[in-house]
């Protein structure tokens, strides 16, 4: 159902009644838009009035048919859902909510009369056709590592920067996997007791690495040759994920670091990494070390925790309750537990943090994202 075109003038009036009402109704919600302007078509899109038509691009990839699942399972206002990859899926049929879709290949009017599309091909596709989809005047949320850091394009995890995402100029980034889980622990407790610096160690599955990775999970568990990683990942750890830049880190670590900064503007908040890449099918686990410039008790802490949105505290040590990989598969929520003091430094924590690194780590973030803006967020 699209909504009928009315004369400009007729708009125009209705468009200032609106923004008057909605000045005098909720002055957060105007506060959250670019422009002290507001369309008035687009502020019913924004707050959810209307039907949209989605773009998925990247739609046979990992996290192309988790975008699906979570689409599926939310009651989204979906008018049209377009599904994009390679010209080697053409054709392909993947099943949304008991329908039968084709895949199209990705082209350069792919983008025409969408209103939201997610990306989910790679950093190389992201970059020649992103802006194309924003000229087409669609958001772009964009799952790859092409503009995260770029001073223009937001960088959102909506349970802690979601007015950021309603800066955006048309292309809104989605952070690296092993970033997102890691803020939403972090920022809650930054609130609080303001963090002066952070350790990460992670423990990232092969499912990171798309349907390549866990390919050679298989093909070196059955003694083949891997094919993406640059040793075999069955039985081992692998210290390396991305290429190796020239002060030693790798570009994960360096996205881990930077990344953070970024979304909880922080730009000189001192941050460590080391990321492995483990024999592990689904979800990345990290291992937090975090330094508090203000003294905290450790029960307030897990409570901090278990009231902020999306963390889930799972931390009994007489029960062997912890956060499990395994347990986090296919959920959107961040596990912590094995919360502890760090003697060795004053106010020091440690964390266990697990999530499931296609969901949360990727499309279920992007989706949440594309809710923020149907709905208008409430800030
Ligand atoms: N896996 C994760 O945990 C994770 C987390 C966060 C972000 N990401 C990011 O999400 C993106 C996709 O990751 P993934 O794990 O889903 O990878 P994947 O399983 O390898 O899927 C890649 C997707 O990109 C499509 N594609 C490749 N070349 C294309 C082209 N020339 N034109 C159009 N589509 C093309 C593929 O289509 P065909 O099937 O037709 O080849 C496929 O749909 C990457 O940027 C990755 O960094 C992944």
Not at 9 to 21: P, R
Not at 238 to 264: A, H, N, S, V, W
Not at 305 to 323: N, R, W
Request: charged share 25%; net charge negative.
């Amino acid at each position: 159902m699209r909504i009928p075109k009315i004369p400009a003038l007729a708009m125009e009036k209705a468009c200032d009644a609106f923004t008057v009402f909605v000045s005098g109704f909720n002055e957060q919600t105007c506060v959250a838009f670019p422009s002290p302007k507001i369309k008035f078509w687009d502020m019913l899109f924004f707050l959810g009035g209307r039907f949209v038509k989605l773009a998925i691009v990247g739609a046979t990839g990992l996290v192309g048919r988790s975008f699906l699942e979570v689409l599926g399972e939310k009651n989204l206002p979906i008018e049209e859902l377009k599904l994009l990859a390679s010209e080697r899926s053409e054709g392909m049929k993947l099943s949304f909510k008991g329908e039968e879709l084709s895949v199209t290949a990705l082209k350069e009017d792919s983008f025409e009369g969408i209103d939201i599309a997610l990306f989910s091909a790679g950093a190389k596709i992201s970059k020649i056709f992103a802006p194309l989809g924003a000229k087409a005047g669609c958001i772009v949320i964009d799952n790859s590592s092409c503009w995260r850091m770029d001073p223009e394009v937001p960088l959102v995890v909506p349970e802690v920067n979601p007015e950021d995402a309603f800066k955006s100029k048309g292309i809104i980034a989605n952070p690296n996997c092993s970033t997102i889980q890691a803020v939403v622990a972090l920022a809650p407790l930054h609130k609080t007791y303001g963090i002066k610096r952070v350790v990460y160690s992670t423990y990232q599955s092969v499912s990171g690495a798309g349907k390549q990775g866990l390919d050679d999970l298989e093909r070196t568990q059955n003694g083949l040759e891997p094919l993406k990683f640059p040793y075999p990942i069955a039985n081992n750890i692998i210290p390396q994920i991305d290429i190796f830049l020239p002060d030693g880190y790798t570009k994960e670590e360096e996205k881990m670091i930077e990344e953070t900064r970024k979304i909880m503007h922080e730009p000189d908040l001192r941050i460590t990494a080391t990321c492995a890449r483990v024999p592990v099918a689904a979800s990345h686990s990290e291992s937090i070390n975090v330094e508090f410039y203000s003294p905290f008790d450790l029960v307030e802490v897990k409570a901090l925790l278990a009231s902020s949105p999306g963390v889930v505290v799972q931390d009994d040590p007489e029960s062997l309750l912890y956060p499990l990989p395994a347990l986090a598969k296919g959920h959107d929520e961040v596990y912590v537990g094995r919360l502890r003091r760090d003697p060795s430094v004053e106010n020091g924590l440690n964390l266990w943090v697990v999530a499931d690194n296609i969901r949360k780590g990727a499309a279920s973030n992007a989706v949440q994202i594309a809710e923020l803006l149907m709905k208008g967020a409430h800030l």
